[in-house]
């Protein structure tokens, strides 16, 4: 029996044969290394078929172009060599494509990312539907495009725009596209194939397939100033400084592939296209093997494993369907959850408050959040009418006899949740799933007053939920398996990715926060500066500094949740003294213009220097460095991750760092608290500990785990792996070093 074939062709009148790449046995079109001799071959036998005048290189998925290279192969490269043989591949493929003596045009349907683009970048033209996405995501998993998507793009739309497209890794519609340049047309996709032929044929009869002349799409002014910065060095020069300025000021020269992405452009516009070509495959294969792509990729991984996750080991459980959300509270928590439910999980949502204001703010914050997608021609008014309507408010439980699930976010208050609890039970359907958007509260305590604790669990969105990523799932002893699974697939449908971990104090992400937060306020008691301990943890690689972060939680919220830990866990989380002189003097934060630093229009304009005088602190500390500043703060937050780890709070390490990255900004190219301990090694990491704990005390105590680890060499991924919740070999912790 013959393999397979990934590539077919169907011939057309005219003269045009679509070739249409179809790989078996796929839900979508990925590019793998043993494609390319049937590759080569397709593209031969058209080359001297002469009753092919024009090629059309379209897609057997619908709605789906290319999604880019499958990324799995190069787990299995051991040596920048290789990396850099399998880019040079990959360009000899598209350099067939774009040396081709036919004209190619490329049938672009839906994703187009990364080795996709690259091969239509290849094509000599390109039109796409209204539902296409193209970009060059490569820089998002540490590498760069490495099938010349570095050196074509900016030929083909302009050295600026390219530069965003390659740096950011974002995607751009059909609109954008099309204004770009990177597309030729935008069709409906039921003539895709048919108005992708006719432009082959018409480039055909031009007979112009010369690729370094796509300079010469730009006229006017646009053509003088696409000539001056990517023609001329003393424009190039400007341009690259600006933008490797920019980028450092964004990256803190933590992530290489953008710096690479940099070189090699500059390569190819300053000593032509092969020479920028092999820059950009020797830069691959660099990168291929660089720690902070192996750490991007894992979490990419991670993430793509997640979709299939139903959140319970059991198999057979089935979640329940969901027709319609009830949501207590209107304000900013509330209000984004009825947002994501209705535009992504297309739901319809009941948002209730207490009054007919809270209401009307909620609806508000929905409506704005719409008619900021209609201004930037993200949605049209129409549609965004026909989602609006899928919210309705009261100021009563009436409309919630139908609601299978009723997330709460309310004030953080037991007692409040646990009334809320029995009102749902008595005004909702029969079995009617209570999920609690809680940051700290024990979901077992919420469940105390449930007929059915069965039915009750943790939904713990981020702010803002409609940007951020994560939605943090807590079950407790009695929720049911297919509650959470519920509970999960309605999450991943509301756009989030997805961890579940186990009841406990503060759960896992408020409870790995807390502990640094709660470490750069007593390194602020220390007299260190307010700006530079945000500065040291950006540096470091955070989104945010801890400050800052505290404002925009709120000093009151930071407060009340840092009482509720040390209650809870005792000496560790315990803050300097004098912090609560901070709430005393009416400092909440961003939310009302006073905290760390000071706000104008809801916007910071610098450290309020008059905190160091309400805390008794003096700003002069220049011992500690800055390295020394972020360690404490980060490795604050990986011993407790481990502690979480130890306890069984997480089902595995991959929840455990997509949950700090995805949630907390916790570095990316590291991949995590757990992946940086393996990349430092259990050994390194105790040592450090240990130094921290003889000078500051016993808040930097190793995990047990952690000792163990490093005892033993152990790693949390990869074969062999310790198991989260798995007893800790006390007999090999060695205490000697202790203080």
């Known amino acids: 029996m013959s393999e397979e074939k990934t590539f077919r062709v169907e011939h057309r009148e005219g003269g045009v044969a679509v070739l249409i790449m179809d790989v078996p046995g796929a839900s979508m079109n990925t590019l793998r290394g043993d494609f390319n001799a049937e590759f080569a071959g397709a593209f031969d036998a058209l080359e001297t078929d002469p009753t092919v005048k024009a090629v059309v290189f379209a897609s057997g998925k619908p709605g789906s172009f290319i999604a880019g290279a499958d990324i799995g192969m190069l787990d299995a490269i051991d040596t920048a060599a290789g990396a850099a043989a399998v880019s040079r591949a990959g360009q000899a493929a598209m350099d067939r494509v774009a040396a081709f003596p036919k004209p190619v045009v490329a049938a672009i349907d839906g994703a187009c990312l990364g080795g996709g683009l690259e091969v239509a970048l290849a094509c000599h033209g390109r039109v796409c539907t209204e539902r296409a996405k193209l970009g060059l995501p490569e820089s998002q998993i540490g590498l760069l495009p490495g099938a010349g998507g570095t050196q074509r793009l900016p030929r083909l739309i302009g050295l600026q725009d390219a530069l965003d497209l390659m740096l950011t890794g974002k995607q751009v519609d059909a609109r954008k596209a099309k204004k770009l340049g990177l597309v030729d047309e935008v069709v409906e996709p039921s003539i895709l194939v048919d108005v992708a032929a006719q432009h082959a044929v018409r480039l055909a009869g031009e007979g112009h397939l010369e690729e370094e002349g796509v300079f010469e799409r730009f006229d006017g002014s646009d053509a003088l100033k696409e000539l001056a910065m990517a023609r001329n060095p003393v424009g190039r020069k400007v341009v690259f400084d600006a933008a490797r300025k920019q980028l450092h000021k964004k990256t803190r020269g933590n992530y290489p592939a953008q710096e690479k992405i940099l070189d090699v452009v500059k390569v190819g516009l300053a000593d032509g296209m092969r020479a920028g070509l092999e820059a950009e495959a020797s830069a691959f294969g660099e990168l291929v093997m660089s720690p902070q792509s192996e750490a991007l990729r894992s979490i990419f991984f991670a993430t793509q494993v997640m979709k299939k996750d139903s959140g319970v080991d059991d198999p057979s459980v089935k979640p329940r369907e969901v027709q319609r959300l009830g949501m207590l509270g209107a304000g900013l928590m509330g209000a984004g959850i009825a947002y994501v439910t209705a535009t992504i999980a297309k739901k319809p949502v009941r948002l209730k408050d207490r009054d007919a204001k809270g209401v009307l703010w909620g609806l508000r914050y929905c409506r704005d959040l719409l008619d900021g997608r209609v201004k930037r021609k993200k949605m049209t008014p129409m549609k965004a009418d026909q989602l609006m309507m899928q919210i309705s408010g009261a100021t009563d439980y009436s409309g919630f006899a139908d609601c299978n699930v009723v997330v709460e976010a309310v004030f953080e208050d037991l007692a409040l949740k646990q009334r809320m609890v029995r009102d749902v039970e008595a005004h909702g359907p029969e079995g009617v799933i209570f999920a609690s958007n809680t940051s700290s509260l024990p979901i077992t305590q919420i469940a105390d007053a449930a007929a059915k604790p069965e039915n009750v669990i943790g939904m713990h969105y981020f702010s803002p939920v409609h940007k951020m990523p994560l939605l943090e799932i807590i079950v407790t002893e009695k929720t049911s398996d297919e509650v959470t699974a519920t509970c999960v697939k309605l999450g991943k449908k509301q756009g989030k990715t997805v961890i579940v971990v186990k009841d406990g104090v503060g759960f896992y992400t408020t409870r790995i926060l807390a502990p640094m937060m709660n470490e750069a306020a007593h390194i602020l008691s220390e007299g260190v500066a307010i700006d530079r301990i945000d500065r040291a943890l950006l540096d470091f690689g955070f989104p945010v500094g801890p400050m800052k972060l505290t404002d925009e939680v709120g000093i009151d919220v930071g407060a009340k949740v840092g009482k509720i830990m040390v209650q809870a866990f005792g000496d560790r989380m315990v803050p300097p003294a004098g912090m609560d002189k901070l709430v005393a003097d009416d400092r909440k934060g961003r939310k ?109 105590a190793p995990a047990p785990l952690l000792l163990a680890m490093a005892a033993q060499g152990l790693t949390f991924h990869g074969a062999g792996a310790v198991q989260p919740g798995q007893d800790v070999p006390q007999t090999v912790i060695d205490t000697s070093a202790r203080p």
């Open 592 to 700: 009302n213009g006073r905290g760390f630093y000071a706000y104008e229009g809801g916007k910071s304009k610098g450290v309020d220097t008059s905190v160091y005088e309400v805390l008794g602190v003096t700003p002069t500390n220049e011992t500690l460095s800055n390295d020394d500043i972020a360690w404490r703060c980060a490795l604050m937050m990986v011993n407790e991750a481990v502690l979480c780890f130890q306890e069984g709070i997480l089902r595995s390490a991959r929840d455990g760092d997509i949950g700090a990255i995805f949630g907390l900004g916790f570095p990316p190219f590291t991949g995590g608290p757990f992946r940086f301990v393996d990349l430092h090694g259990p050994d390194a990491i105790v040592k450090r500990m240990q130094a921290f704990e003889k000078q500051y005390g016993s808040r930097f």
